[in-house]
C-alpha cells in the first residue's frame, strides 16, 4: 500500500495534498469525521441562502465530504489488512 495517497480534490496535475495512509486509526478516523461532519453543516445551512451562497458552500461541502471520503478509504484498507480477509 502507498503510503502517501493524493486527495482527489487535489485540483493541479501533480497533488500537493496528500493521505499519510499509515498514520494511526483514531487519527485517520478523526480527521474524516470532522470532515464529514463539517460538510453536513455547511448543507443544512442552505436554506434559505441566495444562490451565489448555494454554490460557494456546496462546493465547500463537496470538497470536505471528498476529503472525508478519501480518508475513510484509507482507514478501511487499514482495517482489513490488520483484521485479514473476512469469511
Known amino acids: 500500500m502507498t503510503r502517501f495517497v493524493p486527495l482527489k480534490s487535489n485540483n493541479t496535475d501533480t497533488p500537493i495534498l496528500h493521505i499519510d495512509s499509515q498514520a494511526p486509526l483514531d487519527f485517520l478516523f478523526a480527521s474524516a469525521d470532522r470532515r464529514i461532519r463539517m460538510a453536513r453543516h455547511l448543507l443544512e445551512c442552505l436554506e ?30 487499514q482495517v482489513f489488512n490488520l483484521s485479514g480477509p473476512l469469511h
Open 48 to 77: 434559505g441562502a441566495d444562490d451565489c451562497d448555494v454554490r460557494y458552500m456546496a462546493n465547500a461541502a463537496l470538497m470536505l465530504l471528498s476529503d472525508g471520503c478519501d480518508t475513510l478509504a484509507a482507514v478501511e484498507k
